[in-house]
């Protein structure tokens, strides 16, 4: 059965983007990636199925949550890393623009042209084109767009926390525009495809320490293989892009986290004090753990970033919990924290 996938992202992904799919024909399917590990995530399918079925009857399209060996058993490999190319490239546009938004001089260009550089990657991926030539075509064009500025001359917040709050603006009540709002330059966590190799790592480091070696040998080959693609992706990019929107090598990121986390501790919670690790060290004024009501990786994360400060000089670290706490007190935090990040941000340019 021929069917056509399409992923529906929210009003503000990082990019402050709002992708609207088109009326569902017979066939579609919306993928939601899903995980095996106890995780809020794996309610959304449910909550999204009842939605439709308000919105569309019987002609809602079929909810299909997805972990990534349902995905490899029903692509194959030559499949999984032509998805894992269209993701990386998602994954850098999605951080290029978002950096780039506040210095635009037309309000909504950056935005108009990452939605049509979506629509030219998904149509490259189901045509077999040449996404390292995309990737270096497309990001050269958002750095082309008018700017009264260059990224840098706004205090840098960076943004993390559990996988749907921090990219989706209805679950952080528009964070990334707020933030840009109130003067400071958003830079966000990575998305699908980092997240995959980071996994991966953690998953192999995992199978050795279980005396699991056929299983850490297929993790390493997958990951060996995995980072040849990403090579390929990015040796076209220039210096400068790289160093604005593309992720620190997965073993690296764990090698941040490990002085403030276990090596038994959960990838999601890794990739998030790995995140803010790096952010602070990278230059961010401050970073914000956005996460959802109950989300388990989002509280295990806030109870670290005591030492994160600690080791930052104190600079300024917050979680922000979403889901029925939005209002004047989450309001006032936030002012607070961004008051604290463009002072320390002043300071340090003084």
């Known amino acids: 059965m021929a069917q056509r996938a399409f992923l529906h992202q929210a009003e503000a992904s990082p990019a402050g983007i709002y992708v609207q799919p088109s009326s569902p024909a017979r066939g579609d399917v919306i993928l939601i990636p899903n995980c095996a590990t106890s995780?809020?995530?794996?309610?959304?399918?449910?909550?999204?199925?009842?939605?439709?079925?308000?919105?569309?009857?019987?002609?809602?399209?079929?909810?299909?949550?997805?972990?990534?060996?349902?995905?490899?058993?029903?692509?194959?490999?030559?499949?999984m890393f032509r998805l894992y190319e269209g993701l990386l490239t998602a994954d850098i546009l999605f951080t290029l623009a978002t950096r780039l938004r506040p210095y635009q001089k037309d309000k909504g260009r950056v935005n108009q042209s990452l939605a049509a550089m979506l629509d030219n990657l998904v149509q490259a991926v189901s045509e077999k084109g040449k996404l390292d030539v995309l990737l270096c075509r497309t990001t050269s064009e958002l750095m082309t767009i008018p700017r009264n500025g260059v990224?840098?001359?706004?205090?840098?917040?960076?943004?993390?926390?559990?996988?749907?709050?921090?990219?989706?603006?209805?679950?952080?009540?528009?964070?990334v525009r707020r933030l840009e709002q109130l003067g400071c330059e958003v830079w966000p966590s990575p998305f699908f495809?980092?997240?995959?190799?980071?996994?991966?790592?953690?998953?192999?480091?995992?199978?050795?320490?279980?005396?699991?070696?056929?299983?850490?040998?297929?993790?390493?080959?997958?990951?060996?293989?995995?980072?040849?693609?990403?090579?390929?992706?990015?040796?076209?990019?220039?210096?400068s892009i790289k160093a604005l929107a593309v992720e620190p090598p997965a073993h690296e990121l764990i090698r941040l986290a490990l002085p403030f986390v276990g090596s038994r501790t959960d990838s999601l919670i890794v990739q998030c004090v790995a995140k803010t690790v790096d952010?602070?060290?990278?230059?961010?004024?401050?970073?914000?753990?956005?996460?959802?009501?109950?989300?388990?990786?989002?509280?295990?994360?806030?109870?670290?970033?005591?030492?994160?400060?600690?080791?930052f000089g104190q600079s300024p670290v917050i979680t922000l919990v979403y889901g029925n706490s939005e209002g004047p007190t989450q309001r006032i935090r936030l002012e607070t924290f961004v008051h604290q990040v463009q002072s320390r941000w002043k300071s340090s340019a003084a």
């Not at 990224?151 to 926390?161: A, C, H, L, Q």
């Open 151 to 175: 990224p840098g001359m706004r205090p840098v917040v960076g943004v993390t926390g559990d996988l749907y709050t921090r990219i989706n603006a209805i679950g952080n009540a528009s964070l």
């Open 279 to 311: 952010f602070l060290r990278r230059g961010a004024g401050g970073v914000i753990n956005a996460v959802c009501i109950n989300c388990m990786v989002g509280t295990a994360t806030a109870s670290v970033i005591p030492s994160i400060r600690a080791a």
């Open 39 to 79: 995780c809020l995530l794996r309610q959304y399918g449910d909550a999204l199925r009842i939605l439709l079925e308000n919105q569309c009857g019987s002609k809602a399209p079929e909810v299909w949550e997805s972990t990534t060996f349902q995905l490899e058993k029903l692509l194959g490999l030559t499949g």
């Open 193 to 239: 495809a980092e997240m995959a190799d980071l996994c991966a790592a953690l998953a192999a480091r995992r199978n050795v320490r279980r005396g699991q070696l056929k299983g850490a040998a297929v993790e390493e080959f997958a990951t060996f293989l995995t980072q040849c693609v990403r090579r390929k992706m990015l040796s076209g990019l220039p210096r």
